[in-house]
């Protein structure tokens, strides 16, 4: 491939326009960090650790029991877990057998669980013992070609007394009854072999996730990603990130062999999460903080702020709505969160004052990145540094990658910059396919110049620096009276208030202008606020036909099991409350 040709003057120093190497399996990498740091711990689950060789032999285990049952290169294998400590091992013994991980929202309903059962044709499925994750595996392997369910407790990774403390006091969970033929996790890999089976893996063809997206916007599809996809993007990140490690240092590439620790708050059956924090774990050599449930406590996210303070990570991937938790939790300022070095958002627009509140409070660098599922999912960055930084941008493409702006009506005509289009990605980390709809592969992607290129939905321009801008998404675009109005440019305003916390913009039906603008606010905690204050902090500060005209105060605003504020749902509450009143 041709080296990476971005045109900008703010490129970081020392980092590659291009890489290679990516061509191998991904578990490879789980090998070489158990090969060069053995004894280095990669798994933190509440004062309970696993070393990178104690992960690899228990993924070899695994493989080991896929193959004997008959489980093999290609077939199907479904993680219906939180992010537990054995989700790598599980994850790595997966592609070790040849086989293809299907991650699933811990949260899903049988009915969500069964339907993506049954679309990616999963022959096993690891679940976590849990009165209400089991009884939901239960009822959503009924009519799928699942034939091996295997249970995960969680007892045997905690310390020695916390797991017999924990039993003696019924604080592990558990479920209510087990079915016939069901197999227990612990028995699985004591009676394995560490000897995974010998598979050829074509690293560029052969696919190592199917992972769903798009249920906020219509039914859900499996992006089908390969091994070099991953390794790629991993390579591509690792490349990119430049951190001053010492006060008054220079910045350099992350230091590996277990001098970072990364705090796993995003969830791991999301690309973001995976990739950006357990698989990039795995890739240094670092330590991964497990993390079930980051909402935990009372108020919510006491518990993660406990975390940070008691294992000091260093990095942290997030989305936007996690940095507003943290900063606007009533007792951040009980709790240290100085060893936060770097945070990567992504997953939704960042505010920039969002950001520049969550840096004031930590001292941590964020930079702002740019993916999708299908892309694995990097696929441009700011520099991590703050001079080159641009916030409110997604910065430039990763090494080996190109972005193209396309018109919106045909997506074929690249537009010059400044000029708003749907952006389209084309590189190493772009997955095969949508997992057996050709139809949507036909819509989704486009050839120019020779290149593939992969139509993200995304509305977005390139500005006069070289730096990539998202306006917003294509369905969430607002008409007003024949103007585009971008929800994200509206939010971004919103949260220079001193008294919001979340907020969401939407289109909502209006007989004058065709769609009007509404906000629905969270405020900060402790404060009030009256829809007139807001709408005369509106007038003030954005043109007239960007401006709401209505705002709705919530105690929270909907958003995904992953962060993102989903505009959607409130945008279909609206409409049927004007389809009511009719």
């Known amino acids: ?24 399996p991904l578990f490879s990498l789980l090998d070489d960090a158990a090969r060069d ?10 004062d309970g650790t696993r070393t990178f060789a104690q992960v690899k032999e228990t993924a070899d285990r695994v493989a080991n029991f896929l193959s004997s049952r008959g489980i093999g290169k290609g077939d199907r294998v479904a993680i219906f877990l939180p992010n537990l400590p054995h989700y790598p091992a599980i994850y790595f013994g997966i592609l070790k057998a040849g086989a293809v991980c299907v991650t699933c929202n811990p949260l899903y309903t049988p009915t969500e669980l069964n339907y993506q059962l049954r679309d990616s044709g999963a022959k096993a499925l690891f679940c976590m013992d849990h009165p209400q994750f089991y009884a939901t595996t239960v009822d959503a392997v009924k009519d799928t070609d699942v034939t091996s369910v295997v249970i995960c407790s969680v007892k045997s990774y905690l310390p020695w007394l916390k797991g017999f ?9 558990k479920a209510d009854r087990y079915e016939p033929g069901h197999l227990f996790f612990d028995d699985v890999v004591a009676a394995a072999r560490p000897e995974p089976p010998a598979v050829d893996i ?40 430049r951190f001053v490690h010492e006060p008054g240092g220079a910045p350099e590439p992350m230091r590996r062999g277990g001098y ?8 791991w059956y999301h690309s973001f999460g995976m990739t950006c924090a357990m698989l990039t774990a795995a890739a240094t050599g670092s330590r991964l903080i497990c993390v079930p449930d980051p909402r935990a406590g009372d108020p919510p996210f006491t518990e993660v702020l406990k975390i940070v303070q008691k294992y000091r990570p260093t990095i942290m991937p997030a989305v936007p709505t996690i940095f507003v938790a943290f900063t606007n939790h009533r007792h951040v300022g009980d709790y240290d969160l100085t060893s936060l070095m770097g945070c990567f958002s992504g997953g939704a627009p960042l505010p920039p004052e969002v950001c520049r509140q969550f840096e004031e409070k930590t001292g941590a660098v964020i930079f702002e990145g740019y ?16 001079v080159q930084r641009k916030i409110g941008s997604i910065g430039f493409p990763m090494p080996g990658t190109d972005i193209q702006i396309l018109d919106l009506e045909t997506a074929l005509k690249p537009l010059p ?3 708003d289009g749907e952006i389209a990605i084309s590189g190493p980390q772009v997955m095969q396919g949508y997992w057996n709809r050709p139809e949507e592969n036909e819509a989704a992607f486009r050839e120019i110049d020779g290149r593939r290129y992969f139509l993200t939905g995304d509305i977005g321009h390139v500005d006069e620096e070289g730096y990539i801008l998202i306006t917003d998404r294509k369905k969430d675009m607002i008409l007003v009276g024949g103007f585009n109005v971008y929800p ?12 919001v916390a979340l907020v969401a913009v939407v289109g909502v039906p209006d007989a004058k202008s065709g769609e009007m603008v509404k906000a629905f606010i969270a405020l900060k905690p402790g404060v009030t606020a009256t829809q007139e204050e807001i709408l005369a902090f509106c007038k003030e500060n954005m043109a007239g036909y960007k401006r709401p005209r209505a705002v709705e105060f919530r105690d929270d605003v909907p958003v995904s099991n992953v962060g993102k504020v989903l505009r959607r749902v409130l945008r279909d509450e609206e409409i049927e409350k004007a389809t009511f009143s009719e």
């Open 1 to 24: 491939m041709a080296a990476q040709s971005w045109l900008t003057d703010n490129w970081p120093e020392g980092v590659a326009r291009d890489i290679s190497g990516y061509d191998r």
């Open 371 to 386: 993916g999708l599922s299908e892309t694995a999912p990097v696929a441009s960055a700011n520099p991590t540094n703050t």
């Open 202 to 241: 074509d690293p560029a063809k052969d696919l190592a996730l199917i992972i769903y997206t798009g249920g906020t916007t219509g039914v859900p599809k499996g992006a089908a990603l390969t091994h070099s996809n991953f390794v790629y993007d991993l390579m591509a990140l690792d490349e990119w990130g």
């Open 417 to 419: 910059r400044g000029e």
């Open 488 to 499: 994200r440019d509206v939010e971004d305003i919103l949260y220079r208030h001193p008294k």
């Open 260 to 267: 970072h620790t990364f705090l796993g708050v995003l969830p």
């Open 37 to 46: 740091s053995p004894d280095q711990v990669y798994t933190l689950f509440n």
């Open 165 to 173: 403390l924990g039993g003696l006091l019924g604080k592990i969970p």
